[in-house]
């Protein structure tokens, strides 16, 4: 079946410094890839995707690179600020599961200090 | 933007009572989604639900859960007997009948079961 791991939090920044949150998958077909944000009190919001091979995504400054040949989606971004503190999940969604079903990681916790 | 809203944000009930979770999908989508993420884990997907009939479900959605589109904009979650390890962040999302759609959330409702 489907799954996504990502790396444990929280993690803690200094405002400026540079962000990696580490994602991988495993998937049966060819997945479309996807970060997702939430901050405090809220609910998922789209952060970006790739749909296919090689693909990046990149929405706010944060990117991410669809690798195939290592099965990952490692999210990053060069200079974070405090407002970028929130959780970030990882997910893919299988063309081959009906309506887009999306499997989540387990979320990144990111804290941004000033 | 139009946005998933979802009612109420925070559900108290007691084990064994019916709740249901209420959500109004963006006006234009076509599918429609709950997940769930119990306090700490994972997002877990729950049903997907097209063309007013459930397209995929998960484990998770056992014979207590069931989903109904009453009218033309609300999208509901029933739990039928409520169970202490129902207590979660219950999720709606909703998209587009294009392949590869990205899932738009609302921002939960977190049902605590007493």
């Known amino acids: 079946g489907n799954s996504v791991t990502q790396m444990e939090g929280p993690v803690t920044l200094s405002e400026e410094a540079f962000l990696t949150i580490n994602c991988t998958y495993t998937a049966t077909g060819y997945p479309s890839l996807f970060w997702y944000v939430q901050y405090p009190g809220e609910g998922l919001q789209l952060l970006l995707k790739?749909?296919?091979?090689?693909d990046k995504g990149s929405n706010k400054g944060f990117e991410a690179t669809y690798r195939k040949e290592t099965t990952s989606f490692h999210l990053e971004k060069g200079s974070v600020q405090v407002s970028d503190s929130a959780v970030y999940f990882c997910a893919l969604s299988d063309l081959e599961n009906a309506g887009n079903m999306l499997t989540f990681g387990g979320g990144t916790r990111l804290m941004v200090k000033p | 933007e139009p946005e998933v809203t979802q009612t109420p944000s925070h559900q108290v009930t007691q084990m064994g009572q019916e709740v249901i979770l209420r959500c109004v999908p963006i006006?234009?989508?076509?599918?429609f989604y709950w997940y769930r993420q119990i306090l700490g884990q994972k997002v877990e997907f729950l049903v997907s639900?097209?063309?007013?009939?459930?397209?995929?479900k998960s484990e998770i959605f056992d014979d207590q859960f069931s989903v109904e589109r009453p009218d033309g904009s609300n999208f509901t979650l029933k739990i039928r007997s409520t169970k202490l390890e129902d207590s979660a962040m219950y999720f709606c999302?909703?998209?587009?009948?294009?392949?590869?759609?990205?899932?738009?959330f609302g921002n939960g409702t977190r049902l605590t079961v007493t």
């Open positions: 006006s234009n989508h076509l599918y």
């Open positions: 790739a749909t296919k091979a090689d």
């Open positions: 999302a909703s998209s587009g009948l294009q392949p590869k759609s990205p899932l738009h």
């Open positions: 639900f097209y063309n007013n009939e459930i397209s995929e």
